[in-house]
DNA sequence: TTCATACTTCGATCGTAACCGAAGCATCGC
DNA sequence: GCGATGCTTCGGTTACGATCGAAGTATGAA
């Protein structure tokens, strides 16, 4: 047999519970040092250091040297939406972790997923930005349409600047929460930073969820209408 | 932390070489034997029975009793995709298994993915429907038009019988190999088996690769267009 | 220079799970 | 009934990897 990639390298890379959380808190976007994802993983340094050293030489991880600390990042997108899908089927699975908690239902409402909207808010953005005609769907892939182009520029994104990065402008990224996509790539990140800049939201320390302030989620339930 | 479903279980049950094996092999849509699965895992019959109670129990593998055979089936087309998308991930990354060999470009071609076709065939077949109007993609999901709905009633596909059924028409699902969406769903299976009923290809006993008859190869194609 | 912090490497321990041989059920064919 | 086949369960071995204490390296601060 043997046909294929070798999937069970990265299943046991995520298959230890340490390092699962620490990817899962890495999902959170934030840059963390080795420190820190020790205490997410619940270990100490020196066996959160070997956890690292794996998931970097797997591919999962990048790390970046600033000073004495050491941040770690997840390697690319791909790896936030593996992990996302991970996480979809496993609460489909039933394979949920005991404490459903107080800070659940924000986590379902607006989380961070790598550097983009996620949860309800996030899937929502992207089916009234595919209702009102900003964004195309065909087959598997996104496209922005000239319309969305304007649209977006009018709320202050630089469409022309994203394109010239190498990264996808949109990628649909499948949502856990809500089991449906929401909007990844270059421009599901501008449009959470905007989000961020305009005081409308703001990131929680500790966790993945975001917090959108009264007058924010005004703004962006009528930026973002669901007609049905 | 300890935010989100648990991703290890899981992990840890794909993280294992021989279960790895299996589920890949699985992936093929066929019903395997434990006999069989332990040929493909490259262990005892014993050592395999264990691994295929631990995927059972975890919700990945489904079981069927036949005589005084088992015969062992994915538990559902969430377990494909979920297998498909890592291997995708796993091959971005350059895990892949050491020898490409000569079977490597058939399935590249045309392979079977739980029970509907995927390769290059697969995602130039729903690229077709798209194209043609027949399917429309919204989001993430896929919907049959009316005029999608007439066309396979001309080719023999009953689709209001499928709709009767509690399994999606309409799925996509990401292939490792193209790296795009291809159909699953009911009708991603009903595609596939008119294909084979039709003579048009047939599946090989010991891989995931669907051969196409040059005769099918060229209804395949003319019944397919690709503009571009 | 000296001390403190952040992290890695080394060495040793320990637990778990993968593994197989042998025995135990179940089912089929005869 | 009997033996053969397919699979599971049991028992015991083995190996790997997760873990941490202790020591080593790098960077920054005083």
Redesign the interface.
Known sequence: ?????????????????A???M???LTGGRALTATELAG?GGITVQTASTHLAKLEA??LLAQRKQGRHRYFTLADE??AR??E?????????????H?PGP?EPA?RKARICYDHLAGDYGVRM??SL?ASGSID?????LSLTEKGENDLECIGIDVGDLRSSRRPLCR?C?D??ER??HLAGSLGKALLSSFLDKGWARRTP???SVLFTPEGDRQFLKLFPIDA
């Open positions: 047999m043997k046909e294929g990639p070798d999937i069970a390298q990265i299943g046991a890379l995520i298959g230890d519970p390092r699962a959380n990817l899962a808190a997410v797997g591919g791909a790896v593996l992990i899908s991970m996480m979809g089927f496993a609460a489909g699975r039933g394979h949920l972790r404490q800070k986590l992207l089916d595919i769907a065909v087959g598997d892939g649909s499948l856990w929460s449906r996509a500790e966790s993945r």
